[in-house]
């Protein structure tokens, strides 16, 4: 074979290696489809209502978001009955109410005057169940202090479901101390005295338990307090 057929052998066999090589290329790239992932973002929704009071601190038929003012008189009972709606499709979750009362330290001591302890301060609310909504602390205002928070945990997960699910009250009334006297009373302000309450909820999935699940939200509601 001449020199010039076998160069021109060499350049067709490296043409066609080409050729293959990039065919090769062509056949093992590939491209995937776009695939589009769905995710839905759970819920954690409560409502706190309580039923509307007459002139006399009967309930009526219609509930309020505002609460209700009352005219205390010693040994008289009114009907207060804050309830908590977990609303539907909300996630598996704890609950808890907080009430807040503002002049518990003079109330604290009306209830020292009469040698009564402020656990006994209790029996200010009727109707109240501690298997069901479990007191976290019932402890006195101390020092400068004029307010006294008692938070009330609800006594187990509220499971997810597809209807509102009303939680029991946690109390269905209030009554006046029938040892309070009229000095008593004229040691509070003109304006009287006030219970804040509020409720709040907390998803309990990934938590360990309630106290977990309550840091958490505390951390998350109230940075500045935490260390």
């Not at 090589?21 to 489809?33: E, K, W």
């Not at 009287?192 to 939200?217: M, N, P």
Request: glycine share 4%.
């Amino acid at each position: 074979m001449s020199k010039k057929k076998i160069v021109a052998l060499a350049l067709s066999v490296a043409i066609l290696a080409v050729v293959i090589v990039g065919a090769s290329l062509a056949y093992l790239s590939d491209r995937t489809q776009v695939t589009t992932n769905t995710f839905t973002v759970g819920k954690v929704k409560i409502e706190l209502d309580e039923h509307k009071v007459d002139a006399t601190g009967k309930k009526t038929t219609e509930t309020t978001k505002e609460g209700n003012t009352y005219n205390l008189l010693p040994g008289v009972t009114y009907d207060k009955d804050p309830f908590v709606t977990v609303k539907a499709n909300s996630e598996d979750c704890y609950v808890r109410v907080k009430v807040t009362l503002d002049n518990a330290d003079k109330i604290y001591k009306i209830y020292n005057d009469h040698n009564m302890t402020w656990t006994s301060a209790i029996a200010f609310f009727g109707g109240y169940d501690q298997t069901v909504w479990i007191p976290e602390s019932l402890t006195p205002p101390s020092g400068t202090e004029t307010t006294c928070t008692v938070t009330f945990r609800y006594k187990e997960v509220v499971a997810k479901s597809t209807s509102d699910q009303v939680l029991p009250e946690v109390i269905k009334t209030i009554t006046l101390p029938s040892f309070v006297t009229g000095d008593d009373l004229a040691s509070l302000p003109a304006t009287g005295f006030h219970a804040t309450v509020i409720a709040e909820a907390i998803q309990a999935a990934s938590f360990a338990d309630a106290d977990a699940a309550w840091a958490a939200f505390d951390a998350q509601m109230n940075p500045q307090t935490q260390p």
